[in-house]
């Protein structure tokens, strides 16, 4: 074989060796645009913030906006809009519905749908109601709980493993389900909170001592300032992008701003309410299941394409199976919340509009009606956007069924064009 006849494979080792090096030296080092766009300062930070909105990762910001235009406009109206009074009561109808749509979340995360979870809660708290008059009533509380497990775990089995669509299986639930409720609920219109039961404390327990709350807000800032920065300094070890000192700083005093007005707000009135407690709670444990476990990456991957999941080896009828069991979960949770909130258990407990404002809730925080991307914490802010509404129209004596309905509605139809136009620019700019 002459010289000129070798192929790559036979060139001899020493010599590519030889090359290499210096190939290597002179090549040019690729350094991730964010991280000079860092360098620049506050300069930089705008830069970046273009960057993301041409590319479509607004994230939370149009929620964030739309809350601080809600605040201002029902301040203005009002005039007692932004009181201690106002902020204790969104907290208080917010929590049974913002734990409803954390299941809602998880089950939109597939790009699927619940539309039993209304009546899943209004079964849960029937049955706890009823079961308590016969039971201690922490026994009564677990299994109505488990109840909304069990009905979660059926419309998942349905869906995974006899191919039934979602919306077909949880359609069928929301009509079988509140006949089961009216079953259960036999001759009894009413069931009354019964005197002593944690029920009742869910959402009228308050932490009377401004220690609690401050306490919390002091809790949840150093939380978050040290998470922040052991990230940071993770992914500086890696050599990836990292926020640098100065805005993780930047970040804690923004939250601590917020969390320290909340604090003073609620001791303000009657304290630190047990109800957003659990609340915040329940968000930064599934916050932690979904973005910190091998379970939630397996959840988004699903989301994002099942015949890709499925050929990395992820078990997706069981990942289906078990976010509808979560769903039902928290279905049957936020129930015992209405059930706390009402002063008892009813035959239209979890109906009306209470499926639609915790979809609606998950939708407006910002999670994708089309699977793969969204954050439990979106169940907070879409939350609170209903409930600021619904008390801002009561200041102003427009509490009208019909009117309520209509600016939710209107909000809903905004937040789904915003996901659409998003996902959309995402994909022209190839980050989808």
């Not at 406009?73 to 009074?85: A, I, M």
């Not at 219109?189 to 009228?204: E, M, R, W, Y």
């Not at 809730?361 to 609170?384: D, E, H, M, Q, Y």
Request: hydrophobic content about 50%; charged content about 15%.
């Amino acid at each position: 074989m002459s010289k000129l006849s070798k192929t790559p494979a036979q060139v001899p080792a020493q010599a590519e060796a030889t090359e290499a090096p210096a190939a290597a030296a002179g090549a040019v080092k690729v350094i991730d645009p964010r991280l000079l766009i860092r360098e620049q300062g506050f300069k930089g930070y705008w830069t970046e913030f273009k960057r993301k909105v041409r590319s479509g990762e607004i994230g939370s910001l149009p929620v964030v906006v739309g809350l601080i235009i809600i605040a201002v406009v029902f301040q203005l109206e009002t005039g007692n809009f932004l009181t201690s009074y106002n902020l204790d009561q969104i907290t208080l109808y917010a929590a049974g519905p913002g734990i409803m749509a954390v299941g809602i979340v998880f089950v939109l995360l597939l790009g699927e749908i619940d539309l039993a979870v209304g009546s899943v809660a209004g079964l849960a708290g029937s049955m706890w109601a009823v079961l308590g008059t016969h039971m201690p009533d922490s026994l009564a509380i677990v299994l109505g709980i488990l109840s909304g497990t069990v009905l979660g775990a059926f419309h998942g089995i349905v869906f995974a493993k006899i191919g039934v669509p979602a919306f077909v299986v949880t359609l069928a639930g929301f009509l079988g389900w509140a006949g089961l409720q009216t079953w259960v609920m036999g001759d009894k219109s009413t069931i009354t909170t019964p005197l002593g039961s944690f029920v009742d404390d869910l959402t009228k327990y308050y932490f009377a001592d401004v220690a609690a709350a401050y306490g919390l807000a002091v809790f949840v800032i150093v939380a978050f300032y040290l998470t922040q920065l052991r990230d940071a300094r993770r992914r500086k070890a890696a050599d990836l992008p990292h926020r640098p000192q100065s805005e993780i700083i930047l970040r804690t005093v923004l939250l601590a701003l917020g969390a320290l007005l909340a604090a003073y707000a609620f001791n303000q009135e009657q304290g630190l309410p047990l109800s957003l407690v659990i609340f915040l709670a329940i968000l930064v444990i599934t916050d932690f299941v979904l973005r910190r476990t091998t379970y939630g990456r397996q959840i988004f991957a699903v989301g994002g394409g099942v015949e890709a999941a499925s050929r990395a080896g992820i078990n997706v009828s069981w990942i289906r199976i078990s976010v509808f069991m979560i769903s039902g979960t928290f279905g049957a949770i936020g129930g015992l919340f209405l059930a706390s909130a009402t002063g008892g258990a009813d035959r239209s407990l979890g109906g009306g509009n209470q499926l639609m404002m915790c979809i609606a809730a998950a939708v407006i925080g910002g999670t994708s009606l089309f699977g793969g991307r969204g954050k439990v914490w979106s169940a907070l802010l879409g939350i609170l956007v209903i409930q600021s509404i619904v008390q801002g129209l009561n200041q102003m004596n427009l509490s009208s069924n019909a009117i309520q309905y209509m600016i939710t509605g209107g909000v809903l139809l905004i937040a789904v064009i915003i996901d659409s136009v998003s996902r959309k620019t995402q994909k022209t700019a190839g980050r989808a």
